[in-house]
T-cell receptor, first 116, second 113 residues
């Protein structure tokens, strides 16, 4: 069974600094997709960034980038120039390309606090 | 586009009562998902539909839970009878081919007393 592990329950960062959130996953599949979702206090789940496992290039979306290490099954999220609005729960998620397509498996989340 | 719309935003009900949660997916999205979020278990997939057809309901915890999608623009999740352990936030999400990621609604916070 696929699992997603986020080993940092809580983190904090000063405004304008850079922070990296960790995520590891376990799968025997070779084709899959990885995602980071943000859940601010409003409760809305917001897609931050996605990565296809077959792509070696790390995905980037403005201040958000990932470090995808397929052999190590690691998918960390880097937030540059942190802003107060980045305060939220961050969830790493995994989905296989075939089989039970559609089952997005989430980690337990990391609570990020950005301090002024 | 208004996004995925869920109602109600909050629901408080007494144990034993029937609860119906509603979801309107984004127009044109082929997939619809129901997730439950709790502190203990995190986010769990309950059921998902493709083109209005239920594909995988293995996450539905008990027969007390049922979900329908009568058309492409509406889905319901029903709990009958409700129990205090059903208290959670229930999310609906929709998607084009799922590899693009889901768009979530704002969730319904259900409290069963």
């Amino acid at each position: 069974a696929q699992t997603v592990t986020q080993s940092q329950p809580e983190m904090s960062v000063q405004e304008a600094e850079t922070v990296t959130l960790s995520c590891t996953y376990d799968t025997s599949e070779s084709n899959y997709y990885l995602f980071w979702y943000k859940q601010p206090p409003s409760r809305q789940m917001i897609l931050v960034i996605r990565q296809e496992a077959y792509k070696q290039q790390n995905a980037t979306e403005n201040r958000f980038s990932v470090n995808f290490q397929k052999a190590a099954k690691s998918f960390s999220l880097k937030i540059s120039d942190s802003q107060l609005g980045d305060t939220a729960m961050y969830f790493c998620a995994f989905m296989t390309q075939g089989g039970s397509q559609g089952n997005l498996i989430f980690g337990k989340g990391t609570k990020l606090s950005v301090k002024p | 586009d208004a996004g995925v719309i869920q109602s109600p935003r909050h629901e408080v009900t007494e144990m034993g009562q029937e609860v119906t949660l509603r979801c309107k997916p984004i127009s044109g999205h082929d997939y619809l998902f129901w997730y439950r979020q709790t502190m203990m278990r995190g986010l769990e997939l309950l059921i998902y539909f493709n083109n209005n057809v239920p594909i995988d309901d293995s996450g539905m915890p008990e027969d007390r839970f049922s979900a329908k999608m009568p058309n492409a623009s509406f889905s319901t999740l029903k709990i009958q009878p409700s129990e205090p352990r059903d208290s959670a936030v229930y999310f609906c999400a929709s998607s084009l081919p799922v590899l693009y990621g889901y768009t979530f609604g704002s969730g319904t916070r259900l409290t069963v007393v």
